[in-house]
């Protein structure tokens, strides 16, 4: 009994899930001049028209280059930090560690406007730059969370083997502690690539009309019009996460929620 | 501690200085801003104004409302439904395909996971027509610019995160638990009762948390399916930045919602903190 | 008395593969049975069933006389130590404990009661408030029985309880949970893959293999008359010696060094068993004994005995000696094993 309805209440969360997805990928595909779901006939004409559209084509490349560039730099200050911070017993450590994962739980409105405020006062205000260290900030608490739990107490001595056997303290990043959070480092980055990928809250405050996310764009489009184009952009997004996704759980496997073995 | 010091320096140094530049300042540049005036007297002006003002007090009212039933509806689908993908599913290619599932809608943008309900929930949307197809209602309902579909907006959004949460804990019970509740006599819903939820409720506490923070402070979903009817906290201090340019008063709403949602984060975590004897 | 457990023609499959295979056992009130066998050699699958934790395939378990065998696990009125304990980590040492007694519907104050008198039984007096995370592995051991005895179950599973333990410790807790297995009168059915363990601590040992029951029986008389050849390797040290069938009938072992009379052997593959402490080497022939010439391979000292490898045409044989018997023995030396035939079991398997 129980069991049944438990059941019907997860069928129904999953139609739920699933329901906008393919709403958006379906209207996407009609070749009516206005939203239309189940799609009247099959076109790919609303997204040859996305792709003809030079401010799409630039906002795509803008996130892309956004996302990555956010990923490179979030790695590179997230390793050091964590490293410091699972191998050191320091001073502020805690307060560290805490600093530098409260941007996870601070509502991103709040930053943003924090970040334009304070752009205005040093001159970092609507450009490449001040977009960049916003999603730095936010992005970092994933690679550090990804991070951390891999470096743990038995890897502590592997890295005391490898320095035992003569081995530099960048010998031994490279060729032990590296190979051995190299999982983790790949997930936290991608989830970094994409919490920087989808942002909206922060990136508005600092965008204009010639530098523009994807998201802020369609953001910007969808309070005004609605058209088959906001769907074919919302679809390729769709399409590009589901491929990340399947291609994730390929790689590092995204089975999270199986049962111990019993 | 001088042989600690210096390598705590070189991993540190550039990551410290990157949060105290672009996170902490411009935090504090906020918090200063909200205690002075436009021409940088000292004030408590704008928390006053906050405190007086009953359209505020109105806004704070709907937004916790909206995160609180966010909350609650979130629960009540996700823990069914993290307990179905955790211990009913056994094939394992379907659970894999839920949790893609589960997972697409993060990965995807809150601005078109709000535009696909925008389309759904419309006069003439999927849900309107499914209704009366139905024979539910008689005419379309209107769900834009409603709390409710505020709601189905928010909850869709955040149910992945406390399904996450609650599954990844209810994963984690040790079978041996279970297996020892049954020797001593204790029947299934008696196990649930007193050793699986139990062990679940960090989990759950956790998930809820975080949705309960995500909803409160949420901006997207809320401005696109309110139709500019309903108004959150996160507008407010959005048009202050965007279209009034009043900062300072920007600001004293900011650090409102900051400390309100801290706030709430804390107590929250004393109360799912683990038992200590 | 009617037996406590009665398993008869228990069968359990996984997947096609054979767990269990025709298992019988009958238990006694009180007794102490200890099931023992290599891992995978079904005796915690065998356990698992008798819990309730699994359906066998075929049989019947009977507890007291009554068929328990499609009984879920919280129906059966017997209680089991687990192996890595599962204390739940949620609640204190007293709410464990008191768990059993909460779940048959005793009020809460009678409950905390039994709890505490149980964990005095077991020595843990004054530790009910704390979490069992902050209790050492054999104070944890502890709790874990004072919960599984709490409701004075008629029976009690004990899961390889000890294998925790460091060995200090272990010799310690056995002891212990002889004197209150002896002071409850319940019967214990414990599973260890240790074979000294089983013999200091059961009244029966069941020996299994490969699904089946080997043999059952009192520790010693299983060291003195294996039944097949894996009990005779399994308990203690044992020399294994190939052997021939003679167109006679009569058996030719060591390359014919050794004959035994054409005898109501057992019938296929058949090994001699010869324990090394039934062979005397001598520099000289012992009388009334049979005497093989061998050479010392090697002498390796244990403490309060030694083990003399001999070499014997192309097999060894192993010896165990007092040391005072090994004076002007070195290796190399050319000597004679001296053995009574009667020591000599023919048992099934193949050596």
Same mark, same amino acid.
């Given at each position: 009994?129980? +069991?049944?309805?438990?059941?019907i ?6 139609a ?6 393919v709403?958006l990928?379906g ?5 009516t +001049?206005? @939203?239309?779901?189940p799609?009247?006939g099959?076109?790919?004409a609303?997204y040859g028209?996305?792709?003809?559209d030079?401010?799409y084509?630039?906002?795509f ?5 956004l996302a990555?560039?956010?990923t490179?730099?979030?790695?590179? @200050? ?8 699972a191998r050191y017993r320091?001073?502020? !450590?805690?307060?560290?560690?805490e600093?530098?994962?409260s941007p996870l739980?601070l ?9 334009l405020?304070?752009?205005s006062?040093i001159g970092?205000v609507?450009?490449?730059p ?5 999603h730095?900030?936010i992005?970092m608490p994933f690679?550090l969370?990804?991070?951390?739990p891999q470096?743990?107490e038995?890897?502590r001595s592997?890295e005391?083997?490898?320095?035992d056997?003569?081995a530099?303290p @960048?010998?031994?990043?490279f ?10 480092l790949? +997930?936290?980055?991608?989830?970094a690539f ?5 942002n909206?809250?922060?990136?508005i405050f600092?965008?204009t ?9 369609l ?10 184009t906001?769907?074919?952009? +919302?679809?390729l997004t ?12 390929l790689t590092i496997?995204l089975?999270?929620?199986?049962? !111990?073995r019993r | ?5 210096r390598?705590?320096?070189?991993l540190?140094a550039?990551?410290?200085a990157?949060?105290?530049a ?8 906020v918090?200063?801003a909200?205690?002075?005036t436009a021409a940088?007297? &000292?004030?408590?002006?704008?928390y006053l104004?906050?405190l007086a003002?009953?359209?505020h ?9 909206i995160?609180?039933?966010t909350?609650?509806?979130c629960?009540l689908?996700?823990? &069914? ?7 009913i599913?056994k094939?394992?290619?379907?659970r894999?395909?839920c949790? #893609?599932l ?8 809150n601005?078109v996971r709000?535009?696909?309900w925008?389309?759904l929930?419309?006069?003439?949307g999927?849900?309107?027509?499914g209704?009366i197809?139905?024979?539910?209602i008689?005419?379309p309902?209107?769900?834009l610019?409603t ?6 907006g928010?909850?869709? #959004? ?5 399904v996450l ?10 079978p041996?638990?279970?297996h020892?509740s049954a020797?001593l006599?204790?029947t ?6 007193t050793i699986i939820f139990p062990?679940?409720l960090?989990g ?5 948390v ?6 409160v402070s949420a901006y997207?979903?809320?401005a ?6 309903i ?12 279209s009034v ?5 920007g600001?004293?709403?900011s650090i409102?919602?900051?400390v309100?949602t801290?706030a ?10 683990p038992?200590?004897? | 008395m009617s037996?406590i457990?009665?398993i ?12 269990l295979t ?5 238990v ?5 049975i200890?099931?023992? =066998?290599?891992?995978?050699?079904g005796?915690t ?5 008798i ?5 066998p395939e075929a049989?019947t378990i009977r507890?007291a ?12 009125p017997?209680?089991?130590?687990f192996?890595n ?8 040492v007293?709410?464990?404990?008191a768990?059993?007694p ?9 409950a ?7 964990l005095e039984l077991?020595g843990?007096?004054?530790f009910?408030e704390r ?6 592995g054999? *104070? *944890? *051991?502890r709790v ?9 179950? *008629? ?5 390889e309880p ?8 272990r010799?310690?807790v056995?002891s212990?949970l002889?004197? $209150?297995q002896h002071?409850l009168?319940i019967?214990?059915l414990?599973?260890t893959h ?7 601590m059961a009244?029966?040992i069941v020996l299994?293999?490969?699904g089946?029951?080997?043999q059952?029986g009192?520790g ?8 097949t050849r894996?009990?005779?390797?399994f308990i ?5 010696l ?6 006679d009938?009569?058996?030719s072992?060591?390359d014919?060094?050794i004959?035994l009379p054409a005898?109501?052997a ?22 009334e004994?049979l005497?093989?010439? /061998? $050479?010392?391979s090697? /002498?390796?000292h244990v403490?309060?005995?030694a083990?003399?490898?001999?070499? /014997?045409g192309?097999?060894?044989?192993t010896?165990?000696?007092a040391?005072?018997a090994l004076?002007?023995l070195?290796v =190399?030396?050319?000597a ?9 079991r023919?048992?099934? =398997?193949?050596?």
């Amino acid at each position: 009994m129980v +069991s049944a309805l438990v059941r019907i209440v997860s069928f129904a969360a999953l139609a739920y899930l699933a329901l906008p997805l393919v709403v958006l990928v379906g209207a996407s595909l009609t070749t009516t +001049s206005f @939203l239309a779901f189940p799609p009247q006939g099959l076109t790919l004409a609303w997204y040859g028209k996305m792709l003809g559209d030079p401010s799409y084509v630039s906002a795509f490349l803008i996130s892309t280059l956004l996302a990555v560039a956010a990923t490179i730099v979030a790695v590179l @200050l997230a390793v050091p930090a964590a490293i410091a911070i699972a191998r050191y017993r320091f001073t502020g !450590r805690g307060l560290l560690s805490e600093t530098l994962m409260s941007p996870l739980i601070l509502p991103h409105v709040v930053l943003g406007a924090a970040l334009l405020q304070y752009g205005s006062a040093i001159g970092l205000v609507r450009s490449f730059p001040a977009l960049l260290v916003g999603h730095v900030v936010i992005i970092m608490p994933f690679v550090l969370r990804a991070v951390l739990p891999q470096l743990s107490e038995d890897q502590r001595s592997l890295e005391e083997a490898s320095a035992d056997l003569g081995a530099r303290p @960048l010998t031994t990043f490279f060729l032990v502690t590296l190979p051995q959070i190299r999982s983790g480092l790949v +997930s936290g980055a991608i989830f970094a690539f994409i919490a920087s990928w989808i942002n909206v809250e922060l990136s508005i405050f600092n965008t204009t009309a010639e530098l523009t996310t994807i998201p802020v764009k369609l953001f910007n489009y969808v309070q005004y019009t609605i058209d088959p184009t906001i769907a074919a952009v +919302s679809g390729l997004t769709i399409i590009v996460a589901a491929v990340v996704i399947v291609l994730l759980d390929l790689t590092i496997g995204l089975d999270v929620l199986s049962e !111990r073995r019993r | 501690m001088s042989g600690t010091l210096r390598p705590v320096l070189l991993l540190c140094a550039l990551p410290a200085a990157f949060f105290v530049a672009f996170f902490l300042a411009p935090m504090a540049v906020v918090l200063i801003a909200s205690l002075t005036t436009a021409a940088g007297q &000292p004030t408590f002006a704008h928390y006053l104004r906050i405190l007086a003002d009953t359209y505020h007090w109105d806004v704070l009212w709907v937004t916790f409302r909206i995160g609180a039933l966010t909350t609650l509806v979130c629960v009540l689908i996700g823990y &069914p439904l993290a307990w179905y993908l955790v211990r009913i599913v056994k094939w394992r290619p379907w659970r894999r395909f839920c949790v #893609i599932l589960l997972v697409v809608p993060l990965f995807t943008s809150n601005i078109v996971r709000s535009f696909g309900w925008m389309v759904l929930l419309g006069r003439n949307g999927l849900v309107n027509d499914g209704l009366i197809g139905l024979g539910l209602i008689e005419r379309p309902m209107r769900f834009l610019g409603t709390e409710l579909g505020i709601l189905i907006g928010l909850v869709y #959004i955040l149910l992945p995160f406390i399904v996450l949460a609650v599954g990844n804990a209810l994963a984690k019970v040790d079978p041996a638990l279970e297996h020892a509740s049954a020797d001593l006599g204790a029947t299934p819903a008696g196990t649930f009762r007193t050793i699986i939820f139990p062990l679940s409720l960090p989990g759950l506490m956790a998930g809820a948390v975080m949705v309960f923070m995500l909803a409160v402070s949420a901006y997207v979903t809320p401005a696109l399916l309110s139709g500019g009817r309903i108004t959150v906290f996160s507008m407010l201090i959005f048009q202050q930045y965007s279209s009034v340019f009043d900062f300072n008063y920007g600001g004293a709403l900011s650090i409102t919602m900051l400390v309100l949602t801290l706030a709430l984060v804390a107590i929250a975590g004393r109360l799912s903190e683990p038992r200590r004897a | 008395m009617s037996p406590i457990l009665a398993i008869d023609g228990l069968s359990k499959h996984f997947g096609g593969q054979p767990a269990l295979t025709a298992i019988e056992l009958s238990v006694e009130q009180g007794e102490f049975i200890a099931l023992l =066998g290599p891992s995978g050699c079904g005796k915690t699958t065998l356990l698992r069933c008798i819990a309730g934790f699994l359906t066998p395939e075929a049989g019947t378990i009977r507890l007291a006389g009554e068929d328990v065998t499609r009984l879920p696990p919280y129906r059966r009125p017997l209680n089991t130590v687990f192996q890595n304990y599962a204390l739940f980590p949620h609640m204190s040492v007293a709410e464990n404990v008191a768990y059993g007694p909460r779940r048959q519907g005793v009020a809460k104050d009678e409950a905390t009661k039994r709890a505490a008198e149980a964990l005095e039984l077991v020595g843990l007096a004054g530790f009910g408030e704390r979490l069992p995370a902050q209790l050492s592995g054999g *104070q *944890q *051991q502890r709790v874990a029985l004072a919960r599984a005895i709490v409701n004075r179950p *008629q029976l009690l599973l004990l899961d390889e309880p000890l294998s925790a333990l460091d060995l200090k410790l272990r010799k310690k807790v056995q002891s212990e949970l002889k004197q $209150i297995q002896h002071r409850l009168g319940i019967a214990f059915l414990f599973v260890t893959h240790d074979q000294e363990e089983a013999m200091t601590m059961a009244d029966r040992i069941v020996l299994m293999n490969r699904g089946r029951i080997e043999q059952i029986g009192r520790g010693q008389d299983i060291y003195a008359r294996p039944a097949t050849r894996f009990a005779a390797d399994f308990i203690g040290d044992a020399n294994l010696l190939a052997v021939n069938r003679r167109s006679d009938g009569s058996f030719s072992l060591l390359d014919g060094a050794i004959t035994l009379p054409a005898a109501d052997a057992p019938q296929g593959e058949l090994t001699g068993v010869l324990r090394p402490e039934d062979i005397l080497v001598t520099a000289e022939p012992v009388a009334e004994r049979l005497a093989l010439p /061998v $050479i010392v391979s090697d /002498v390796v000292h244990v403490g309060s005995h030694a083990s003399v490898a001999l070499t /014997v045409g192309g097999s060894t044989l192993t010896a165990r000696l007092a040391p005072s018997a090994l004076a002007g023995l070195s290796v =190399g030396q050319a000597a004679f094993a001296n053995i009574r035939l009667s020591d000599l079991r023919l048992v099934p =398997g193949d050596a």
